[in-house]
C-alpha cells in the first residue's frame, strides 16, 4: 500500500504508517492456517518378493509392497516425481484426488497423458481442496497396479478436527490380490485367448495373506491395541479384479467415511469394499485380551464365474496388562457372510448416508444420462484367440460401445491441442437398443462397437447418470469410477430402472458421496454431479479384467469462464508417446 503523493495536511504522513500497524496486528492474531507443500520420489523398479512360499520380481515403488503411505492435511499441495527404473511404460493415478484444472496430474495412460517410458521421468503436481479422509494411488497403466500401490491419507486442516473423537490409533487396511505369475503374463494371456484371466492364488492385507496360507504365519500383519483403545482402521480395495467382504472378530465396525466423504455414523459386522472404493471404520478394543483374526474374503456377484475362494488375515493382538502381547493359541475367526450373499451387501450399502455440507446434491438435472454396463461378446473363428464362451472372445461396453484408448498420444493432449482424428464426442447419451438389460438378451445385442468416443459436458452443467447393469454373461456388481469427481447416489435398486416410478425414491436430502459406484448386481445405480472441473475424465468399470475389455468412455468438460474454471496448461516435462 502507497501513501498519497499529494500531502495537503500534516496528519497525512501519519496515517499510512498508523493504518499498516493496525493492518500488521490484525494479520498476526488472527489464526494462521498455512498449507504446505509435501515432496516425494517414488522410483518404480523390480524387485524380489517371497509370498505362498515362493519369490519373483514385482514392480514395484521405492521396493516397498505396498508402496509409501503419502499423508496431507486437507489444502496441502503435493508434488510428487516418479522416475520409471522398470522394464515397463507405468503411469500413476491418485484416486480419488479431484484435481481442480490440473487434469495433466490424473495419471491413466492415454486418457491424460502418454505413459512413461522406462528411464523417463514425470512429476505430478497438484493440490488437496476441500477433501479429507482416505484415498489411495496405484498405476493406472496395464495391470501394474496389482502390486503398484498405496494409501494417501487427508487429514483435516491444523484448524479443524475429525467429525468424531481423534482415534488412539490409525492405520491403513490395503486389501490386495497376489499372483505366483508376473501380473503382465496374466494379463497378456487373458487378452490373447480372449477368455477370462487365471484368478489370484491369494488375497493380501498391507502385502500379507496372512496364516490360511502356506508359508504366511510369521508375516502375517499384526495390529496392537490395549483394552480401550478406539482404533481407525482405513480399508482399501486396491484388488485387480474382486469385490471384498471385510471383518473383525467380535468387534462392532463404526462405518464413518468412504471415499474420502463422512458419512453419518452405523455399525455393523461386516462391510462390502469393491475394487477402488475406501471405506473408514471406527473399532474399540472392548472385548477379552486375546488375538482376532481381521479378515477379507470374496464377493462374486457373477454366476458360474471363477473366483479366488480363499481368506486373507491379519490380527488384532491385545496387550496383556503386563504389557507384553496376548498369547492365545489360535485367533478368534470372524463370521464373514457367503460369497454370494448380496442380500448382506444391500443391506450395508443401503445405510449409507451423507453429513450435511456445503457442497448440495443438484435438484435441477442439465444432463440426463443412460449408461448400460456389462459385459459382452466378440464372435470369431474358433481357436486359440477364441476361447470364450461358445468359441467367442470376452469383451464390455457401455451403451455397447467397447471403449478404444489412442496409442500415439493421449486423449487429453488431443483435445487441448484439437488434434484431429483421435476420437470422436458421438458417445451415445442413452441406450442405442432399448432391451429387457436385465433378463434374456437377445444374441444380436451380444457384440458391441469398438470405438473412441467421448460425450461432451458444458462447464457448471447438473449431470444426472442412470447406470444400469445388463445380463448378456451374467449379471454382476460392476464398481464404476469417476475420474476428477465425486458425485451423490441418489439412487439404487435392482432390475430395470423405471424412469416413471423410480425417481419418487431418490434421496435428495443426505445422500452419500462416492467416487467409486457399485452398481447393485442385476439392478441399477443413479448418481448426480456438478460438472465444475474442465478437462478429459475417465469413467470406468474399476475391474482391470472389466477395463481391459473396454468397459469404459470418457468426459469433455469443457472450459468455464476464466482462469479459475479452466485446465491449467500442460507440465514442460508431460510424458510424449
Known amino acids: 500500500m502507497e501513501a498519497s503523493s499529494s500531502s495537503s495536511s500534516s496528519s497525512s504522513s501519519y496515517i499510512a504508517p498508523l493504518f499498516l500497524f493496525l493492518l500488521q496486528l490484525l494479520f ?10 509435501h515432496y516425494h520420489n517414488f522410483i518404480v523398479q523390480e524387485t524380489a518378493v517371497n509370498r505362498l512360499c515362493k519369490s519373483h520380481n514385482i514392480i514395484t515403488v521405492n521396493g516397498q509392497f505396498p508402496g509409501p503411505t503419502i499423508s496431507a492435511r486437507n489444502g496441502d499441495s503435493l508434488v510428487i516425481r516418479v522416475t520409471n527404473r522398470a522394464r515397463y511404460n507405468i503411469t500413476i493415478h491418485w484416486h480419488g484426488i479431484r484435481q481442480m484444472r490440473t487434469p495433466w496430474a490424473d495419471g491413466p495412460e492415454y486418457v491424460t497423458q502418454c505413459p512413461i517410458r522406462p528411464g523417463g521421468t514425470y512429476t505430478y503436481r497438484f493440490t488437496l481442496e476441500n477433501q479429507e479422509g482416505t484415498l489411495w494411488w496405484h498405476a493406472h497403466s496395464k495391470w501394474l497396479r496389482a502390486t503398484v500401490y498405496g494409501a494417501l491419507i487427508i487429514f483435516p486442516k491444523s484448524s479443524s478436527s475429525f467429525p468424531f473423537s481423534t482415534p488412539k490409533i490409525d492405520v491403513p487396511i490395503i486389501l490386495g490380490e497376489w499372483w505366483n505369475r508376473n501380473i503382465v503374463d496374466v494379463m497378456r494371456q487373458a487378452m490373447f485367448t480372449g477368455a477370462a484371466p487365471n484368478v489370484s492364488d491369494a488375497y493380501t492385507i498391507n502385502g500379507q495373506p496372512g496364516d490360511l496360507y502356506p508359508c504366511s504365519s510369521q508375516s502375517t500383519v499384526r495390529i496392537p491395541v490395549s483394552q480401550g483403545d478406539t482404533v481407525l482402521l482405513r480399508v482399501i480395495n486396491a484388488a485387480l479384479n ?11 465396525l463404526t462405518v464413518v467415511g468412504a471415499d474420502a ?4 455414523p452405523f455399525a455393523t459386522n461386516v462391510i462390502m469394499v469393491g475394487p477402488g472404493q475406501t471405506t473408514n471404520v471406527l473399532l ?32 488384532l493382538e491385545y496387550r496383556t496388562s503386563a ?26 450399502t443401503g445405510k449409507f448416508r451423507g453429513l450435511p455440507s456445503v457442497a448440495k446434491v443438484p435438484t435441477k438435472v442439465d444432463e440426463n444420462l443412460f449408461f448400460t454396463v456389462g459385459l459382452g461378446f466378440v464372435n470369431c473363428t474358433p481357436g486359440p484367440r477364441c476361447q470364450g464362451p461358445n468359441n467367442t472372445r470376452f469383451a464390455a461396453s ?58 461432451k459436458l458444458k462447464f457448471g452443467s447438473n449431470v444426472q447418470i442412470v447406470l444400469q447393469d445388463t445380463a448378456i454373461f451374467s449379471t454382476e456388481d460392476h464398481p464404476i469410477h469417476l475420474h476428477g469427481y465425486h458425485f451423490f447416489v441418489v439412487g439404487q435398486g435392482f432390475g430395470n430402472f423405471n424412469a416413471k416410478s423410480d425417481p419418487s425414491k431418490f434421496n435428495l436430502v443426505d445422500p452419500p458421496v462416492r467416487n467409486t459406484i457399485d452398481v447393485p448386481v442385476g439392478g441399477w445405480a443413479v448418481i448426480r454431479f456438478v460438472a465444475d472441473n474442465p478437462g478429459v475424465w475417465l469413467f470406468h468399470c474399476h475391474i482391470d479384467a472389466h477395463l481391459a475389455w473396454g468397459l469404459g468412455m470418457s468426459f469433455i468438460v469443457e472450459n468455464g469462464n476464466g482462469k479459475s474454471q479452466s485446465v491449467e496448461p500442460p507440465p514442460a516435462d508431460l510424458p510424449q508417446c
Not at 498476526?28 to 507443500?37: H, I, K
Not at 466423504?261 to 453419518?264: C, H, P, R
Not at 478394543?285 to 488375515?313: K, L, V
Not at 502381547?325 to 448380496?342: C, E, K
Request: glycine residues 4%.
Open 323 to 348: 504389557g507384553g502381547q496376548s498369547t492365545s493359541s489360535r485367533p478368534v475367526m470372524p463370521q464373514l457372510p457367503a460369497f454370494n450373499d448380496t442380500a448382506t451387501v444391500t443391506a450395508f
Open 398 to 455: 457401455m451403451n455397447n460401445v467397447s471403449m478404444v484408448l489412442p496409442t500415439k498420444t493421449s486423449l487429453l493432449q488431443a483435445y487441448y491441442q484439437n488434434t484431429p482424428g483421435v476420437f470422436t464426442t458421438d458417445f451415445p447419451p442413452v441406450p442405442p437398443v432399448v432391451f429387457d438389460y436385465t433378463g434374456n438378451v437377445s444374441r444380436g445385442l451380444w457384440q458391441p462397437k469398438f470405438g473412441t468416443k467421448l460425450y
Open 28 to 37: 498476526f492474531a488472527a489464526p494462521m492456517e498455512c498449507a504446505e507443500t
Open 242 to 252: 474382486q469385490q471384498l467382504f471385510f471383518s473383525v472378530a467380535n468387534h462392532k
Open 284 to 315: 474399540t478394543a472392548d472385548q477379552p485380551p486375546a488375538r482376532y483374526y481381521i479378515a477379507a474374503r470374496a464377493y462374486a456377484s457373477a454366476q458360474n464365474a471363477p473366483f479366488d475362494n480363499t481368506t486373507t488375515t491379519a490380527v
Open 261 to 264: 466423504a463422512y458419512n453419518k
